[in-house]
């Protein structure tokens, strides 16, 4: 007599497993590419018919669109959030420097760029890559506006600083995929160094990394991003400007 016990196969939600569908197509999309994210290859990573993700994405258009929304807004919320706890806007902008260096951001830095060139021939990516856009140009603005709020920065212009600083961030993450050792300081600090300029902070206010800011890298295994090198990847919001 047999004693094994078949496996009851627990049935998800839509929302659950739509979700899911989501969240798969993001991780391939930072590892391998929006080219690679198909209905067949998620199909193949959830271990299920494609038949089951066409029904949620008749098309892999769709599925692009949503894979690379889902990735972009993960990096906004992680580098931006916008319920910001204790801290001061100096230090959040700091935090923003901090944690968009390195080579941890290099992947997201790629996916900005990819989503650019593949927007030109897929509308519905176009649109996701200008809402995108649209959400870090808000939420840098909405930091600056409180840190002017606050006496801390200074500009006539919060919503122009911001894509000024966003400019230079994506200009630099365009190189994501090119050695960028042999930069000079005031190349690797050049995101740092207008941001400074035009909120008339002092020179090296916005190098240090906050407390804060260390210990959720050290949490996400980015640990070893150096402050003083940062903004070398930039994080491909604007990179099409």
């Not at 740092?192 to 020179?203: G, V």
Request: hydrophobic share 40%; glycine share 8%.
């Amino acid at each position: 007599m047999s004693s094994s016990v078949q496996r009851k196969r627990i049935r998800k939600s839509p929302e659950a497993r739509r979700a899911e569908i989501v969240e798969s197509a993001a991780r391939v999309a930072l590892t391998e590419g929006l080219e690679c994210v198909t209905l067949r290859r998620i199909a193949e990573e959830l271990d299920v018919r494609p038949g089951l993700i066409s029904h949620y994405f008749p098309s892999a258009e769709e599925l692009v669109a949503e894979a690379f929304a889902t990735a972009a807004t993960g990096e906004l919320d992680a580098l931006l959030p916008a319920d910001r706890g204790d801290g001061t806007p100096t230090e959040y902008l700091a935090r923003y420097f901090a944690l968009s260096a390195g080579e941890a951001y290099d992947d997201i830095s790629r996916l900005w760029i990819n989503a650019r060139h593949l927007s030109r021939y897929r509308p519905l990516l176009r649109d996701r890559v200008a809402e995108q856009e649209l959400a870090s140009d808000d939420r840098l603005e909405g930091l600056i506006r409180d840190g002017v709020a606050r006496g801390e920065f200074r500009t006539d212009d919060p919503r122009a600083t911001a894509i000024q600083i966003l400019v230079v961030l994506d200009g630099l993450g365009a190189h994501a995929n090119t050695d960028r050792s042999n930069r000079p300081e005031a190349v690797t600090r050049m995101a740092l160094t207008t941001a400074e300029r035009e909120l008339a902070l002092p020179s090296g206010t916005l190098d240090a990394k906050p407390p804060a800011a260390a210990a959720e890298s050290d949490a996400d295994g980015d640990g070893e991003a150096d402050a003083g090198r940062a903004t070398d990847t930039g994080t491909g919001t604007h990179a099409g400007a």
